[in-house]
């Protein structure tokens, strides 16, 4: 072959490979920096006030660990709790949880008993800024600027007496755990 032939060739290859490599050639391009700010996560929790709270039945103020329940009994729980809910969009859901009321022992047909009966009548009520609702769940939502509020908490709990299904003689004796009563706060996502 000829000088001319190959070099020829040898350009043509050349020219191929750069239009091969058409991408890598730098396009134009352009950018700035946007006014930008910081921001911070709010904030959800519930907390029990200092002086802790109060116990009645049927009216009067009573001892807990001290008394025997018997049908026809209401007692009812009342506490100021700090509630914080911070956030401008937040809403959430004040309940009481469905572990609250246990029985003393759970292989105790008895304590079994008197638990289903106590727990299917515990009602939680709260009221206090920013608390909506009627129940069995409340909601919460801060108010502007408002970090921490105190709402008070009231539960009532009653064990039935008269017509109660199959009678309530299954729970005599029977046992069971209040210190599990738990009030939860949790967010609402739409």
Do not use: C, H
């Amino acid at each position: 072959m000829n000088k001319i032939v190959k070099a020829s060739i040898a350009t043509t290859a050349g020219v191929v490979l750069l239009l091969g490599g058409a991408g890598t050639f730098a396009t134009w391009n352009s950018s700035t920096q946007t006014q930008g700010a910081s921001i911070v996560s709010g904030n959800l929790v519930v907390e029990p006030s200092s002086a802790g709270g109060s116990w009645t039945a049927n009216g009067a103020p009573i001892s807990i660990a001290d008394y025997a329940i018997v049908p026809g009994d209401v007692l009812i729980y009342t506490e100021t709790m700090k509630v914080g809910a911070e956030g401008d969009s937040l809403s959430a859901t004040l309940a009481l949880t469905d572990s609250s009321i246990a029985p003393a022992d759970s292989g105790n047909d008895a304590d079994r008993a008197l638990a289903g009966y106590l727990d299917d009548s515990a009602e939680l009520t709260a009221s206090g800024p920013g608390i909506s609702g009627t129940g069995p769940t409340f909601t919460v939502t801060p108010g502007a600027g408002v970090i921490s509020q105190d709402v008070t908490v009231t539960v009532r709990i009653e064990f039935p007496a008269g017509d109660v299904a199959g009678g309530n003689n299954d729970a005599m004796n029977g046992a069971v755990t209040l210190d599990a009563l738990t009030v939860s706060l949790t967010q609402n996502i739409d």
